[in-house]
């Protein structure tokens, strides 16, 4: 079963700090995702990737499949930004199949404006 | 655009009773994902079912039981509650070999 380890777990910042959020994870695998999950509950997608670097608005997710680790990184973070950030990859139960995900714990950040 | 719908979204139930959730996953996606996630915790896999087969099984007690429907919405059923399943749960969908999840915003379980 894939192992996966956010860090920091909490992380508090100042409005219009650059925010680094790690994930490593101990089998390789197709695809690693990130999730937004507010205080609420809901869960969003924000990016789901298997190689290089991708981008949305502040957002931007790399991923370095040879070192079983991807980065997520806000830039001009805002208030609005304050939330969990989860990442998740294949459980790999079978290695086939609709596997489910793995979710790390998590990193509660919270941006004071 | 159509995402993943989950119904209901908050259920309160006692102990021993059974409780349904519903899980309507986003048009032409042809698998769907369950999740729990207790208080504090990280969400956990539960099970999943691709073309209405279940396809694979992760911690998900006896007491529970899943299925996929022709329309490819799903239904999780939970007999003989306990406190300790009060928890969110989630549906995901996606189609098979795109890997991309979409999450339903949950149910949120109580039992008491």
């Known amino acids: 079963k894939n192992e996966v380890e956010q860090s920091p777990q909490n992380l508090t910042a100042q409005e219009g700090e650059f925010i680094t959020i790690n994930c490593s994870y101990s089998v390789g695998i197709s695809a690693l995702h990130w999730l937004q999950q507010h205080p609420g509950g809901g869960i969003v997608s924000l990016f789901m990737?298997?190689?290089g670097k991708k981008k949305h608005g502040r957002l931007i997710a790399t991923i370095n499949i040879q070192e079983k680790h991807s980065s997520l990184h806000i830039t001009a973070s805002h208030p609005r930004d304050s939330a969990v950030y989860i990442c998740a990859v294949p459980t790999m139960y079978s290695g086939g199949g609709a596997d489910g995900l793995t979710f790390g714990k998590g990193t509660h950040l919270i941006i004071q404006p | 655009a159509a995402g993943v719908i989950q119904s209901p979204r908050h259920l309160i139930k006692e102990k021993r009773e059974t409780a349904t959730l519903k899980c309507y996953p986003i048009p032409r996606h042809d698998t769907v994902y369950w999740y729990q996630q207790g208080p504090g915790q990280d969400p956990q896999f539960l099970i999943s079912f691709y073309e209405k087969m279940q396809s694979d099984k992760g911690s998900i007690p006896d007491r529970f039981s899943a299925q996929q429907f022709s329309d490819y919405h799903s239904e999780l059923n939970m007999s003989s509650l306990e406190l300790g399943d009060s928890a969110l749960y989630f549906c995901?969908?996606?189609?098979?070999?795109?890997?991309?999840?979409?999450f339903g915003q949950g149910t949120r379980l109580t039992v008491v």
């Open positions: 990737l298997s190689s």
């Open positions: 995901a969908s996606s189609s098979l070999g795109g890997n991309e999840a979409f």
